[in-house]
């Protein structure tokens, strides 16, 4: 992986350890669970044992987030991507809820999720998408009615990866349908649903194109009963909650792009110096040569665009233009 010159030190090294871990364990590791299908449990344990879960996570609950940042995220997320659909369930723990509990989450909660998250030993996942909400998850229909100390949930959620194999999902749902609440966006209220909550049941498991082994599915939740203690934020600020963390997620998603897009760029190369036609190698032929152009210049154009975003919000600014770019760019 190239470096960028902003790098600190922490940053240069674990771009190079990210690499040859890569190279010399997750890849065998990622094209087994793909020809067979199943999820990359392998994969996870090396990932976790390595401390990359926490890149994010500030050292007092076990994360690296003073050396690594966003940046280290990014890093993380670009190499494991060359392994295919491994860096999946990484990314989605990384968006699924590391910034909505430490920016949200009271300091229970923190000591509660944060140190098991930066250990690898549970997974995250973010229940949002609806069958009729789909972008507009300000029209999300799941219900969640207070009951004394728990939440009484009803309703669906689709297409959430890493269903079933995620511990914790940090879930958006309405808990008001008063029209003012509605105008103000404080119709939304955020909770972790842990995994094995009653009336919380996967209903359906899709398979994912070009995610092989990688479970994204449908959610049903009947009557399901969350504790008021696994509420994020107050009662409808689930809206602010979700917004607050949205320029670092796009980050992470762009990121996991360029690491697809190297590999790419290293096949055809390869392809191109062994292939031999006309007395040629397809390599020399200059059509093929302004192609390969156009992949470099477009896989730098991404990872400055990233790493760029990924600086300015280490640097604690808001990138919601720098981030929204970068996404649409890599993605």
């Known amino acids: 992986m190239e ?12 771009a190079d350890e990210v690499k040859k871990v890569v190279d010399e364990v997750l890849l065998p590791i990622a094209e087994r669970a793909a020809w067979q299908k199943r999820f990359p449990w392998e994969a996870m344990k090396e990932i976790g044992k390595r401390g990359w879960f926490g890149a994010q996570i500030p050292a007092k609950y076990g994360g690296h987030a003073e050396e690594w940042g966003v940046t280290g995220a990014a890093i993380i997320l670009e190499e494991t991507a060359r392994a295919g659909a491994i860096s999946h369930p990484l990314a989605v723990t990384m968006i699924g809820g590391i910034h909505q509990i430490l920016h949200d989450g009271t300091e229970e909660q923190r000591k509660r999720w944060l140190p098991k998250i930066a250990r690898g030993e549970l997974l995250g996942a973010v229940n949002m998408t609806e069958p009729y909400a789909g972008s507009d998850v300000a029209s999300i229909e799941t219900m969640a009615v207070r009951e004394g100390d728990h939440y009484i949930l009803n309703g669906k959620k689709r297409f959430q990866t890493s269903v079933a194999s995620a511990d914790i999902y940090v879930t958006y749902v309405k808990t008001s349908d008063s029209p003012e609440d509605r105008a103000k966006y404080r119709h939304l209220t955020a909770m972790i649903i842990e995994k094995g909550t009653p009336g919380y049941t996967v209903e359906k498991v899709n398979e994912l194109m070009a995610y092989d082994g990688i479970y994204n599915g449908y959610i049903s939740l009947d009557n399901a009963r969350v504790p008021v203690a696994n509420r994020l934020g107050e009662e ?9 963390g949205l320029n670092v997620e796009r980050i992470c998603t762009s990121a996991a792009p360029l690491g697809g897009m190297r590999e790419a760029l290293r096949y055809t190369v390869q392809h191109l110096q062994r292939r031999v036609q006309f007395k040629q190698t397809t390599g020399d032929i200059v059509t093929n040569q302004f192609k390969v152009a156009d992949m470099v210049w477009r896989l730098n154009m991404a990872r400055l665009m990233t790493y760029y975003a990924a600086y300015c919000a280490d640097l604690g600014r808001e990138v919601p233009v720098e981030a929204a770019v970068a996404k649409m760019f890599n993605t």
């Not at 409808?236 to 607050?244: H, L, R």
Request: no cysteine; charged share 15%.
């Open 3 to 14: 470096h960028f010159p902003w790098w600190n030190e922490a940053q240069r090294k674990l």
């Open 236 to 244: 409808g600020a689930g809206w602010s909650v979700m917004m607050s």
